[in-house]
C-alpha cells in the first residue's frame, strides 16, 4: 500500500530510520519539525508522567507521511475504505496524519495501538483523547516555528506547565477566536473542542 519511498531497515533504530528517510528524500525541514516534535513530546511525557517509547515512537512517526506526495493521500484513503471527510477532499493534506499511522503499522510494524491512535489524530485531536492523543497533538503545535505560527502559541506553552487540558483548552479557544481563518474546520477538531469546552 505504501510506496518505496519510506523504507525500514532493521538494524537502524528507529530514530536512524527517521534521518535516513527524511534526508534521502531531501526533506531537511520536516526532520528538523519531528526531531523537535520528539523534544517536545519528550518533555511533556517526563512532566505529565506518559510513556517516553510511546511518546518517542508517535513523534518519530507523526508526520512520516509526507515523504509520500499529498496526491496519493485520496486514492490511498479511499483504497483503504477510510471515511474521508469533504474538507479532507477539499484539503488532502489534513489525510496525512491517519496516512501516517498507516505507514507507521505497514512499514515500521508498529503495533501499539495508543501510539497508532495518537499518530492518527496528531492535526486534529479527536473526542474521548487519550494522555498520548494530547501529548503529540500539543508537542506538535508547540513544534511550530514558521512565521504562520499563531501568535498565541507562549499562551499554550506557559498553559503547558500546568496540564495537558488547560494548555489544549487554551489552544482551543484562541483557534476558535480565530476562527475566520480556518475556512472549514475538521469534524474531529470540532468534536475534540466541544468536549472541552463543556469540561
Ligand atoms: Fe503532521
Not at 154 to 173: M, Q, T, W
Amino acid at each position: 500500500m505504501t510506496d518505496n519511498t519510506i523504507t525500514c531497515t532493521d538494524f537502524y533504530s528507529l530514530e536512524e530510520n527517521i534521518i535516513h528517510n527524511f534526508t534521502s528524500n531531501k526533506k531537511p525541514e520536516i526532520l528538523a519539525h519531528t526531531l523537535k516534535v520528539k523534544d517536545n513530546a519528550l518533555a511533556l511525557a517526563k512532566r505529565f508522567v506518559i510513556d517516553y517509547e510511546q511518546a518517542k515512537t508517535a513523534a518519530f512517526l507523526h508526520d512520516i507521511s509526507t515523504l509520500i506526495p499529498v496526491e496519493h493521500y485520496i486514492p490511498m484513503a479511499e483504497a483503504l475504505d477510510l471515511e474521508i471527510f469533504a474538507v479532507e477532499r477539499e484539503n488532502p493534506y489534513l489525510l496525512h496524519q491517519r496516512i501516517s499511522r498507516i505507514v507507521a503499522v505497514e512499514t515500521f510494524n508498529i503495533v501499539d495501538k495508543e501510539v497508532l491512535n495518537a499518530i492518527n489524530c496528531h492535526t486534529t485531536l479527536r473526542k474521548n483523547a487519550s494522555n498520548l492523543d494530547k501529548l503529540l497533538f500539543l508537542a506538535d503545535k508547540l513544534s511550530w516555528d514558521s512565521k504562520d505560527t499563531p501568535a498565541y502559541m507562549p499562551l499554550v506553552k506557559k498553559a503547558a506547565e500546568v496540564s495537558l487540558d488547560n494548555a489544549i483548552k487554551c489552544y482551543f479557544e484562541n483557534l476558535m477566536l480565530n476562527k475566520d481563518k480556518i475556512k472549514t474546520p475538521h469534524p474531529w477538531l470540532l468534536e475534540a473542542w466541544e468536549e472541552i469546552h463543556n469540561t
